[in-house]
């Protein structure tokens, strides 16, 4: 079974600085299968990026994937105050079809 | 847009099993992808509960595999999930989700306690 962890556990940045959240695989995996989601308080997540560097739909270019084999990396170039939140990397393996999540970064402002 | 509800009680007794459903609109969930469970305990992160197949395959998490269980019905584009003897560090917010390589669409969640 393939653990996600995910540094630093919390991220304190004022808005207009740079974000660097980690995500790092307990065994090496294909960028296809490797997304990031946002949660916002009292929401449900959502997807902001999958095979590992794609943006999904409307998401601002501010955010950007990057990484492989078992070392991923979400960049926010430029913190917006509705950037503030938590953010989790998440996995996929084909066979049997499993999905895990990481810890979660939670970027809060400083 | 794919939309997606969940449904289902807001209370479950110790040792009972809470049942969910997760009504889909806007996707047929015999077309394609994977229809998956979701829970978030509160404050705490997400994890994956399982998954059911356009073809009505379904896959487990290991750890709670010998409690879970996923159905679907076609006719009424909904899919469901039933945890059996559940005990209080079942209380959380159950998501719905579709599911390829990521979860691209979610429902709200609901929130579910478990408590006598």
């Known amino acids: 079974e393939i653990v996600l962890w995910q540094s630093p556990g919390t991220l304190s940045l004022s808005p207009g600085e740079r974000a660097t959240l980690s995500c790092r695989a307990s065994?090496?995996?294909?960028?296809?299968?490797l997304a990031w989601h946002q949660q916002k308080p009292g929401q449900a997540p959502r997807l902001l990026i999958y095979?590992?560097?794609t943006r999904a739909t409307g998401i601002p270019d501010r955010f950007s994937g990057s990484g492989s084999g078992t070392d991923f990396t979400l960049t926010i170039s430029r913190l917006e105050p509705e950037d503030f939140a938590v953010y989790y990397c998440?996995?996929?393996?084909?066979?049997?079809?499993?999905?895990?999540f990481g810890q979660g970064t939670k970027v809060e402002i400083k | 847009q794919v939309q997606l509800q969940e449904s289902g009680p807001v209370l479950v007794r110790p040792s009972e099993t809470l049942p969910l459903t997760c009504t889909v609109s806007?996707?047929?969930?015999?077309?394609?992808?994977?229809w998956g469970w979701i829970r978030q305990p509160p404050g705490k992160g997400l994890e994956w509960i399982g998954s059911?197949?356009?073809?009505?395959?379904?896959s487990y998490n290991s750890s709670l595999k010998s409690r879970v269980a996923i159905s679907r019905d076609t006719s009424r584009n909904q899919f469901s999930l039933k945890l059996n003897s559940v005990t209080a560090t079942d209380t959380a917010f159950y998501y719905c989700?579709?599911?390829?390589?990521?979860?691209?669409?979610w429902g709200h969640g609901t929130m579910v306690t478990v408590s006598s």
């Open positions: 095979g590992a560097s």
């Open positions: 065994q090496s995996i294909s960028s296809k299968y």
């Open positions: 059911i197949s356009e073809r009505g395959s379904t």
């Open positions: 989700a579709r599911g390829g390589a990521a979860f691209d669409f």
């Open positions: 806007g996707y047929s969930i015999s077309s394609g992808y994977f």
């Open positions: 998440q996995q996929y393996v084909t066979s049997p079809p499993t999905w895990t």
